[in-house]
T-cell receptor, first 114, second 115 residues
Framework: AQSVTQPDIHITVSEGASLELRCNYSYGATPYLFWYVQSPGQGLQLLLKYFSGDTLVQGIKGFEAEFKRSQSSFNLRKPSVHWSDAAEYFCALNMDNYGQNFVFGPGTRLSVLP | DTEVTQTPKHLVMGMTNKKSLKCEQHMGHRAMYWYKQKAKKPPELMFVYSYEKLSINESVPSRFSPECPNSSLLNLHLHALQPEDSALYLC??????????????FGPGTRLTVL
């Protein structure tokens, strides 16, 4: 069965430091991959998505992610974290001809120290 | 207009009450979704409407009753809920129900508390 894991439940970084959030997936074919961010009590906002082509994907708010098929990973990165980036981050997978049911990872909570 | 709106923002109800959650999008999307999200957990899919027809019901108790009056509106009718139903209820929409490439656009959610 398809699945998404995010090995880090909680990450704390200092403002201005770099960030990498890990995401691994299990799926036999090429998946469609997404990163969403959720601020407390809010809905989810799409940061970026990967379908095919260039494996380095640029998103909003200075985020990028790299798809590595050999490692079944889609890690999210940001070179310099801002205090406003503190939130919950979800990696999600979708599959062709199965567009209605995202598989979400458990989420990683990011805290940012001043 | 690229947003999904939800009302109310907060709702407190007793176990014998009947209430409804509303969701609206004007992006021309043909798939709409209800999710339930408990604290510190990812969203859990409840229902999917595809071209205004219910296409997925993830074994949700009958005290939750979805309705899709038209392509822009989605309701979730609540009746005889339990305290464990307290959660953030998220609505989402996507352009094409069958396309895996289509991201889902989420509303801000309704925070439901059942007393």
């Amino acid at each position: 069965a398809q699945s998404v894991t995010q090995p880090d439940i909680h990450i704390t970084v200092s403002e201005g430091a770099s960030l990498e959030l890990r995401c691994n997936y299990s799926y036999g074919a090429t998946p469609y991959l997404f990163w969403y961010v959720q601020s407390p009590g809010q809905g989810l906002q799409l940061l970026l998505k990967y379908f095919s082509g260039d494996t380095l994907v640029q998103g909003i708010k200075g985020f990028e992610a790299e798809f590595k098929r050999s490692q079944s990973s889609f890690n999210l990165r940001k070179p310099s974290v801002h205090w406003s980036d503190a939130a919950e981050y979800f990696c999600a997978l979708n599959m062709d001809n199965y567009g209605q049911n995202f598989v979400f990872g458990p989420g990683t909570r990011l805290s940012v120290l001043p | 207009d690229t947003e999904v709106t939800q009302t109310p923002k907060h709702l407190v109800m007793g176990m014998t009450n009947k209430k409804s959650l509303k969701c609206e999008q004007h992006m021309g999307h043909r798939a709409m979704y209800w999710y339930k999200q408990k604290a510190k957990k990812p969203p859990e899919l409840m229902f999917v409407y595809s071209y205004e027809k219910l296409s997925i019901n993830e074994s949700v108790p009958s005290r939750f009753s979805p309705e899709c009056p038209n392509s822009s509106l989605l309701n979730l009718h609540l009746h005889a809920l339990q305290p464990e139903d307290s959660a953030l209820y998220l609505c989402a929409s996507s352009q094409d129900p069958s396309g895996g490439r289509n991201e889902q656009f989420f509303g801000p959610g309704t925070r439901l508390t059942v007393l």
